[in-house]
């Protein structure tokens, strides 16, 4: 199975980018969407951004407009350009593949350790 191993993360402050990247070893995501997700201290993790194998793509109200998920499939790499970050971005942020249902990516990869962004001034 697929090995994922985010990067990228930091402390920025408002109104800063971040651009995070995800790579994954092993073919077993290749046929699957791909997706970024983020947990923030005392809540569940939620879905921020998927892409499909196609490049249709799928954004979180709250990242709307503000967020970029691209996949480099050559390189088996996933990537999420984030701008104009706000405090509430704050929280690990993980990658992961699997089945896209309408707005959803169900994950089915182990998932990785996840990379730390933190949005504070």
């Known amino acids: 199975q697929a090995q994922l191993a985010e990067s990228g993360g930091g402390l920025v402050q408002p109104g800063g980018s971040l651009r995070l990247s995800c790579a994954t070893s092993g073919s077993s995501s290749r046929n699957y969407a791909m997706g970024w997700f983020r947990q923030a201290p005392g809540k569940q993790r939620e879905q921020v951004a998927s892409?499909?194998?196609?490049?249709?793509?799928y954004y979180a109200d709250s990242v709307k407009g503000r967020s970029t998920i691209l996949r480099d499939h050559a390189k088996d790499m996933l990537y999420l350009q984030m701008d104009n970050l706000k405090p509430e971005d704050t929280a690990v942020y993980f990658c992961?593949?699997?089945?896209?249902?309408?707005?959803?990516?169900?994950?089915?990869?182990?998932w990785g350790q996840g990379t730390q962004v933190t949005v504070s001034s």
């Open positions: 992961n593949f699997g089945i896209q249902i309408r707005q959803a990516l169900a994950p089915i990869g182990e």
């Open positions: 892409i499909r194998t196609n490049g249709t793509t």
